[in-house]
């Protein structure tokens, strides 16, 4: 059983032996919160999930980034961090890569919006960035909408529930980085729907009955049918 409550910076959250993570100090056999969040408490410990937070980095994430800037040996991607990706040039024409016969540009300009995943980071320079693996590179088009990059884990849902629902009842394509930037392709009013949608996520994360809200938003039937 898993016991959850709202807490604020100071709330004890529980007492006892438990493993505990991140935003929560213990203090004597009491467990504080260190953030405005929501706590868990279960037999395997005390989780807090900050309302609010910006993105920090970690290998293996899917990011979507806009490209800022590029020198001769990559791209820099602005990735809604307080850190900037660094895509090199090696990972996207090989190992036979040479900044004096490849020109950057035939692959990425600047302006342009990438799929990408966090390489590596250490904090002690900025996060490569990789586009090998499916799907990612260049998203030619699509509507961008930013939300809390805390709140990209609900919008997906359990194996992916909450995201394809909206998806397949919006009939967009619809790919959401954990960097808290979400692109969505499809009609003008399935796009508009799935918008809204993904808002009303944003703002009503930890209702218990988000699903079924969701649901009933996007109604049974897809867009236009």
């Given at each position: 059983?898993?016991?959850?409550?709202?807490?604020?910076?100071?709330?004890?959250?529980?007492?006892?032996?438990?493993?505990?993570?991140?935003?929560?100090?213990?203090?004597?056999?009491?467990?504080?919160?260190?953030?405005?969040?929501?706590?868990?408490?279960?037999?395997?410990?005390?989780?807090?999930?900050?309302?609010?937070?910006?993105?920090?980095?970690?290998?293996?994430?899917?990011?979507i980034g806009k490209v800022t800037d590029?020198?001769?040996?990559?791209?820099?991607?602005?990735?809604?961090?307080?850190?900037?990706?660094?895509?090199?040039?090696?990972?996207?024409?090989?190992?036979?890569?040479?900044?004096?016969?490849?020109?950057?540009?035939?692959?990425?300009?600047?302006?342009?919006?990438?799929?990408?995943?966090?390489?590596?980071?250490?904090?002690?320079?900025?996060?490569?960035?990789?586009?090998?693996?499916?799907?990612?590179g260049k998203i030619p088009k699509g509507?961008?909408?930013?939300?809390?990059?805390?709140?990209?884990?609900?919008?997906?849902?359990?194996?992916?529930?909450?995201?394809?629902?909206?998806?397949?009842?919006?009939?967009?394509?619809?790919?959401?980085?954990?960097?808290?930037?979400?692109?969505?392709?499809?009609?003008?009013?399935?796009?508009?729907?799935?918008?809204?949608?993904?808002?009303?996520?944003?703002?009503?994360?930890?209702?218990?009955?988000?699903?079924?809200?969701?649901?009933?938003?996007?109604?049974?039937?897809?867009?236009?049918?």
């Amino acid at each position: 059983m898993v016991e959850r409550k709202q807490v604020i910076p100071g709330d004890v959250i529980a007492k006892g032996d438990y493993q505990f993570g991140s935003y929560v100090e213990k203090r004597g056999d009491e467990y504080v919160a260190l953030r405005v969040g929501l706590a868990e408490v279960s037999r395997d410990g005390i989780k807090l999930n900050p309302f609010t937070g910006p993105y920090m980095p970690k290998a293996e994430d899917l990011v979507i980034g806009k490209v800022t800037d590029m020198n001769g040996f990559g791209w820099i991607v602005d990735i809604n961090s307080a850190f900037f990706g660094y895509l090199p040039a090696s990972f996207v024409f090989g190992r036979e890569f040479s900044p004096s016969t490849h020109d950057l540009s035939t692959k990425f300009k600047v302006g342009d919006v990438i799929g990408c995943k966090i390489e590596s980071f250490d904090r002690s320079r900025d996060p490569q960035l990789s586009i090998r693996g499916h799907g990612f590179g260049k998203i030619p088009k699509g509507e961008i909408v930013k939300i809390s990059p805390i709140k990209v884990p609900r919008l997906i849902g359990r194996s992916g529930a909450m995201i394809n629902m909206i998806s397949e009842r919006t009939e967009c394509e619809v790919m959401a980085g954990q960097n808290g930037v979400v692109v969505i392709t499809g009609p003008p009013d399935g796009t508009l729907k799935a918008v809204a949608a993904i808002k009303m996520i944003e703002e009503e994360t930890h209702a218990a009955d988000l699903g079924r809200r969701v649901e009933e938003f996007l109604g049974g039937a897809k867009v236009g049918s």
